[in-house]
């Protein structure tokens, strides 16, 4: 065999080397590719489960008002003109950085400027922009429209919890509300009723947000900004503060009670109900008095009296920093305390409530927290140690800033013979 | 003749030599001046051994080449840095004897001109090159010195305009900011226009704007801010007429203010009622009360009002802001009546023990003239209901709870309600 013959043999050689490090690197990214496909299968179809929940009682996505339908409508359809435009973009990108990566080409002639296509790519997206502002902002001004309401209750967010007070009207119900009427972390409505919510807060700016029935609206201290609410149907929605309001933010929850127009009435006027003490010799008698010295300072009962018979007027201002506390009177005809954060429930008997049927919910939302259904073990530990249980800025050597008022509940060293009065006298609030 | 070296040696034993008999003399012969005196002996030993030997002369034993002896070195460049250091030094002796900021102000100096001392120290021993050091502690010191002296004479600038502004009247305020707001554009256009200006040019005009602006501003900041007037408010009379009823009642005698509480009087009392509608600062947002051609209140809240009204009801401890419109003809003011407190703090003493002799919690707005408007803030502590049987003689007859009412114009009454 020549030499030029070797030669030849061994450029072959490397030739087919070549190729088949060639086509191994093929296979390798080949095989690459198909595992990135893989994980991104599964990250996406991970994503698209994780948004199929049935139990979502947040979803925005689940609309049960009229409110919460247009915002839906709008935002579906921006959603899925920006998912197209997004696919687009991306789509465009990832194939000119694979199209033009660098291979070692030369570097193109530079050019300045292709007006045609600039102005192409000016005014689609402003088309595009125009198309989506109309909707919007027939949306927004649908929504802020407030002619149509029929009940007022004002709104007041507190560090954490919600205050639902109803002024005297002639709405809400027939023959309307006589007298105020005062309730916190569920707000009772009545269903198919546009509901004016007048909202502002004591302390910090909150947000009020019922995601199934509608937008989310600033509550600012000194100002009164207004929220269209309507319910399709009965049933327990339930909401969160939407703006960072400090400790406890995660903690202040809010729910509404749609209730049929004659359930409303029956719930209005199980509110108005003069007091009643509990029976003399019982549990809940001894339990009244613990209130009145250990609560009573904060909460307010209406129609607690004194031994002299004048009324018994609570100063949360004393003590509390934002200058309130629940209002307790009708404690047991809400499903939940501490801003609707723990039960009143057990869960048998709250899964009852909130999986009830439209036709039904009503009415066994109505027979309130009942003997068997009392979940007392977390009222129990709040009332043993609420700080221990709901972050709150209520450690006594710590209230410099606030002149020495709480931000919530403080820890009130009760004994537990005084929490068993104090529950026996809650379970009758209602 | 003598090395630089030697000539230090000689200059420290004869400095040293100069205070031990300084102190020995000072100090009578004690054991410090024979202490300090062997010292010196020893330091003037090593002159002298240095001296005869020459040591300290490189180029007496050095066979190396002249160039890459140490003292054939370039001498250091100038450098502002040392100066910049004892400034700093002094800036904390004086803030030390003085006022802590000071202090502060002396450690950032003394640590800013350290830091660039150490780096231009640094630099001029990486080669022989002074080109190239300069180049390196250009890229090390550059990307800190550029940011944070941008930042500091910026704020600087700032802070000069705001001493400008803060003595200027509120006209010249709003001029000033037209001015400067004016040259800015038009210096801008003028240099966009002139792609060829050099920057040179470029920066001698910022930095001529710069100087003005801290030049004015020192002379301001001196000068100090403009006078703000003081005015009594209401709640100003109102505290003085219940707090100090005798010398309040002096003052009405003496024709210095009208008698009466002022939440009361339909009468305007000096200062707090003559720059009415001036401190409305909200437009929306709150409650209206109105004060109808025909004499009578009304309420007017954000959206829609309730059907069936009793009263206008606001949630307990919430600040509450209401804007009182007067669309009568005279001038009027808006007031509240919440009741007359509790005299007593104690819980279980305070239960039902009202007194009804006590002054009222009273707040209310300015005089304001037909077709003004004034806001009025308050917070109701209290629930209405909580005064159901303490009559409130500001309401209609028999009434009890809060009331606003309009001074002089006894058909103007509108209940407070607070759940």
Redesign the interface.
Known sequence: MSARTDVANHEGTRERAARATTSLKTVTTRTQGARLAKVGGVVVLTGLIAGCAKNAPQDTFQPRGTNAERINDLALPVFYIAGVVGVIVLGVIAWTVMRYRDRGQPIPVQTHGKPALEIALTILPALILIGVAIPTVGTVMALND??D?EC?V?V?GQQWWW?F?Y?????CMPG?ITE???TSGQMAIPVDTNV?I?G???DVIHSFWIPRLNGKRDM???????LRMQANEPGLYAGQCAEFCGLSHANMRMEVAALTQDGFNRWAANQLEAYESPVEGTVAADGESAFV?NC??CH?V?GLE?A??????S????GVY???APNLTNLMTRTDFAGASWSLLREECRKEVWEAEPDQFTDRYLEGVTDDCFNEVDLREWLRNAPAKKPMYADPTKLAETGGLYRGMPYLALSEDQIDLLLAYLLERK | MFTTGSKFLIGASAVALLATVIYGVGQDGVLGTIGLASATVGLMALTALNAILRDSNVFLDDDAPVENTAAAQPAPTGSVWPFGFASGAVVVAVGLVSYQPVVVIGVVVLLATGAEWTVHAWAERASSDGVHNAKVRSRLSNPLEYPIGGAVALGIIIYGFSRIILSLGKTNTTVAFFVAATVVVVVGFMIASRPKLGSAAVGSVMAVGAIAVVAAGTVTGIRGERDIAEFETTTIWQEEALLHPEEYAAGAAEGKHPAGLICESPEEFPEADERASETVGMKSGTYQVLLSESGTLDFDPPGEKEAGAVGMVIPRSSTTNVIFRNDSDEHRRLSLDLGRPYTVTDYESEIGNLDESAPPTQICTTLIEPGGAQLLTFKAGEPSFAYESIPNPNGPPGADGFWFFVPGVDTAKLELIVP
């Open positions: 407030t002619d309401t007022v004002n007041t205050e007070d002024p005297v009207q002639d709405g309307g105020p009427i005062v004016l007048r502002t807060s004591r600012v201290p000194g100002r009164v900004h207004n010295t009573s300072s307010q209406n004194a002299d018979g004048n009324p018994i007027i100063r949360p201002d004393v934002p200058g309130a």
